[in-house]
């Protein structure tokens, strides 16, 4: 990896020299193979490997996914844990990583046939894509644009419930970009149709990879407008604006783009007690 390269992890596509020094990320279904103290396994022998994608390098080390048979019990010493689990465990460059692999394991198999003709695709040696040999359709990893936003009225944030949430837990509001609008558009668009309030003054706060399953979260800050909140939306249970004196339970820790948002509102309007 070039020393002037800026970030730690470097794309690539092409699969290593047999013995190169290599971090193997495999996948049971959505579910990563690790030691029973969290690190990568050291080698992939003795598995049943259905096929394996090359990342790029991580700080020099060359990184590979691997698609594992469904029926592949976990060797000894190693368990298969689902990402959400891993948080806070698994080193977290290594954790980002595997975020980027699961998806490309996904897409590697979900694509090995052409969409338009049937016929098995060719997986391209100069980008990250599958390619029909008739039809020429590149068919690149699928990325799901998506927004979150913490809408704030004076010193209050307007944080909500999902139906799929833990109990007692609340969040800010995010939703699916949809084809045809801009990020901000899809900010707006949401809050209105998950709580009928009406908000402006969008501004960007900053983003996060989430592969659950291949999103990428878009940021947002949002000023109240006008409205009432009236929960319209079967997939929230309830809504309400909160000060930060007296926050309901949110999601712990500080993994997420949500938590960077709820942290971003208490450091600007701390608690007055």
């Known amino acids: 990896?070039?020393?002037?390269?800026?970030?730690?992890?470097?794309?690539?596509?092409?699969?290593?020299?047999?013995?190169?020094?290599t971090y193997y990320f495999a996948f049971r279904g959505r579910e990563l193979l690790v030691t029973e103290t969290h690190t990568l396994p050291a080698t992939l022998d003795g598995l049943v490997v259905a096929r394996q994608q090359y990342l790029g390098t991580l700080n020099g080390v060359h990184c590979v996914s691997a698609q594992l048979q469904v029926e592949v019990d976990a060797p000894g010493g190693h368990r298969f844990r689902d990402l959400r689990r891993l948080f806070g465990r698994l080193e977290?460059?290594?954790?980002?990583?595997?975020?980027?692999?699961?998806?490309?394991?996904?897409?590697?198999?979900?694509h090995q046939f052409c969409g338009a003709c049937g016929k098995p695709t060719e997986l391209s040696e100069s980008d990250r894509s599958r390619r029909c040999p008739d039809c020429r359709i590149p068919l690149f990893p699928r990325l799901a644009p998506a927004m979150i936003?913490?809408?704030?009225?004076?010193?209050?944030?307007?944080?909500?419930?999902?139906?799929?949430?833990?109990?007692?837990?609340?969040?800010?509001l995010a939703g699916f970009v949809e084809p045809g609008e801009s990020a901000e558009e899809a900010v707006i668009r949401e809050v209105y149709e998950e709580t009928r309030i009406v908000v402006d003054d969008v501004r960007y706060f900053g983003s996060q990879p989430w592969p659950f399953p291949n999103s990428l979260m878009l940021g947002f800050t949002a000023r109240y407008r006008a409205g009432e909140i009236d929960i319209t939306e079967d997939e929230l249970e309830d809504a309400g604006w909160f000060t930060a004196d007296a926050l309901p339970a949110v999601f712990p820790g500080n993994m997420s783009i949500s938590q960077w948002l709820i942290r971003d509102f208490v450091r600007r309007h701390p608690p007055r007690r």
Request: charged share 15%; proline share 9%; hydrophobic share 40%.
């Open 1 to 21: 990896m070039s020393a002037h390269y800026p970030l730690d992890f470097q794309p690539g596509h092409r699969l290593p020299e047999p013995g190169s020094t």
């Open 149 to 172: 936003v913490a809408v704030e009225r004076g010193n209050e944030l307007l944080l909500a419930r999902s139906s799929h949430f833990p109990p007692g837990i609340f969040s800010v």
């Open 92 to 110: 977290h460059t290594l954790l980002a990583v595997a975020g980027r692999a699961v998806q490309i394991v996904e897409w590697d198999r979900t």
